[in-house]
């Protein structure tokens, strides 16, 4: 199973106390998790309610609790240890938004301006193709490929270096295709990214089933034809919001704000939906 990028911290849970003449194999496994764990950068936290272990060792962890193992003692190592970006936005209050724009900078995936001590979202600002992408791609643990200098678009001079890595991995993905001009097949990552655009990249990226378009969507009129499946199965998933298939509004530009939301909602997709004992967490 591949490593998830967006995930950088876990937390590792013993089994508690043993009797004596037990098998250890259950410590052997933690340790040997640990080991793993952090072999592979992630930072690792440890709750354990038995100190005789060699698991509890703080050479395993990078920080280590010895607590009884109970649902009260794990959610509040977990609302300790749960990262928190400090980011707050100046300009997001009472925006729909809101919460959306905060999940992208806990996640790393964007965060806003930092001006005279206070962070700025501008959530009316236009989103470029090539900032959806390189968000698009960091919401769905997407690598951009290594050491790109050329990204085979007749435009390539004009993107931008850090876009071309993205750029060249979403082709090679199958994620963008660029746009046919009379010179050539261009990324223009700079133009404005509309909804169906967005909702296309979203619908490739995140490989969601296809809906019956004739079923879900016979009474309302037609949308672009490159763009219908797509725009149908976001709002199926609710990444776009009910009633966008076949909207006038679907050839807008995305802003930041509508990114936000859009990206929000693939990301909790993608985690599924929680069940038992963490419920809480959301």
Not at 9 to 26: C, D, R, T
Not at 88 to 110: C, Q, V
């Amino acid at each position: 199973m591949p490593r998830d990028p967006r995930i950088k911290k876990v937390l590792v849970i013993g089994s508690g106390p043993i009797v004596i003449g037990q098998a250890a194999e259950f410590d052997y496994a933690g340790t040997q998790a640990c080991r793993a764990l952090k072999q592979e950068g992630l930072e690792v936290v440890l709750i354990n309610s038995n100190p005789a272990t060699i698991m509890t060792d703080k050479a395993m962890a990078d920080k280590v609790y010895i607590e009884p193992l109970t649902l009260d003692v794990v959610k509040r190592i977990i609302q300790i240890e749960k990262p928190d970006t400090k980011v707050t936005y100046a300009d997001m209050e009472g925006n729909p938004a809101h919460k959306a724009s905060i999940r992208l900078a806990e996640e790393g995936i964007f965060v806003g301006s930092y001006v005279n001590g206070s962070y700025f979202f501008d959530p009316d600002q236009p989103v470029s193709r090539a900032e959806f992408l390189t968000m698009a791609m960091a919401a769905t643990g997407l690598e951009p490929l290594e050491d790109v200098t050329l990204t085979g678009f007749y435009d390539d001079e004009a993107i931008p270096t850090w876009a071309k890595a993205y750029a060249a991995a979403g082709v090679a993905d199958g994620i963008i295709q660029g746009v046919s001009t009379a010179e050539g097949v261009a990324f223009q990552g700079d133009e404005p990214i509309t909804f169906n655009e967005a909702a296309t990249v979203l619908n490739r990226v995140l490989a969601v089933e296809d809906v019956d378009l004739a079923g879900w969507y016979a009474d309302r009129e037609a949308v672009p034809s490159w763009a219908a499946q797509a725009v149908g199965n976001m709002e199926a998933v609710s990444v776009l919001a009910a009633g966008s298939f076949g909207s006038a509004a679907m050839g807008e530009t995305v802003t930041r704000a509508d990114a936000a939301q859009m990206l929000s909602a693939a990301d909790t997709l993608l985690d599924g939906e929680p069940a038992g004992l963490f419920d809480w967490l959301l």
